[in-house]
Nanobody, 117 residues
Framework: QVQLVESGGGLVQPGGSLRLSCTPS????????MGWYRQAPGKQRELVAT????????NYLDSVKGRFTISRDNAKNTVDLQMNNLKPEDTAVYYC??????????WGQGTQVTVSS
């Protein structure tokens, strides 16, 4: 059973930074695309950022462009999301997502990010 384990969430003041990490239980090259989604209370889950394995191409939600950066660390076998200049509207549960080469899509259990003064 493939697992994706997130870490790095927490409480931060507006304008602060957090770094989320996603560690799969298998080699990161097993995934053609990995990403981060988020879901705020009462709202639908939305795509925050994705990164494609073969060329490193990235894609971002408009509201996080210029503030968030997704990256892969092949040596550490992680996909990270660096979040800067956080805003209260970024408060949500953040989920790691991985699309495997064989087809199945996997999700992590989520990590809470709360931006509040």
């Amino acid at each position: 059973q493939v697992q994706l384990v997130e870490s790095g969430g927490g409480l931060v003041q507006p304008g602060g930074s957090l770094r989320l990490s996603c560690t799969p239980s298998v080699n990161i090259f097993s995934f053609v695309r990995m990403g981060w989604y988020r879901q705020a209370p009462g709202k639908q889950r939305e795509l925050v950022a994705t990164i494609i394995e073969y060329n490193g191409s990235t894609n971002y939600l408009d509201s996080v462009k210029g503030r968030f950066t997704i990256s892969r660390d092949n040596a550490k076998n992680t996909v990270d999301l660096q979040m800067n200049n956080l805003k209260p509207e970024d408060t949500a549960v953040y989920y790691c997502n991985g699309e495997s080469r064989l087809g199945p899509v996997y999700w992590g259990q989520g990590t809470q990010v709360t931006v509040s003064s």
